[in-house]
């Protein structure tokens, strides 16, 4: 099972920047895609940015032009450089990888622990 350990959460002030780093361990198959999603309170989980295995990302409409998502591959580690934090980011931060067992599988999603990233005054 696909173990993943995210890092660099924190509290930061409104328009400053963090940047999340999660390492997958344990990957036993082809690599999809690798993201970020989030869940802030009373919010359902939603996608923030992912990249596939080709280099191409994908990001919500809300965090396009602040959020950077990259990957090493060498690694496999996906990191998230967040600039321009808004109290509206304030939210528990989910790492997320996309792998299939053989080309022939459909990905399966596995999930970190969260990381919590406050944006306050």
């Known amino acids: 099972q696909v173990q993943l350990v995210e890092s660099g959460g924190g509290l930061v002030q409104p328009g400053g920047s963090l940047r999340l780093s999660c390492a997958a361990s344990r990957i036993i198959g082809i690599i999809h895609a690798m993201g970020w999603y989030r869940q802030g309170p009373g919010k359902q989980r939603e996608l923030v940015a992912e990249?596939?295995?080709?280099?191409?990302?994908n990001y919500a409409d809300s965090v396009k032009g602040r959020f950077t998502v990259s990957r090493d591959n060498a690694k496999n580690t996906v990191y998230l450089q967040m600039n321009s934090l808004k109290p509206e980011d304030t939210a528990v931060y989910y790492c997320?990888?996309?792998?299939?067992?053989?080309?022939?599988?459909?990905?399966?999603?596995?999930w970190g622990r969260g990381t919590q990233v406050t944006v306050s005054a």
């Open positions: 997320n990888t996309k792998v299939a067992p053989t080309p022939w599988d459909q990905a399966y999603d596995s």
């Open positions: 990249i596939f295995s080709g280099g191409s990302a």
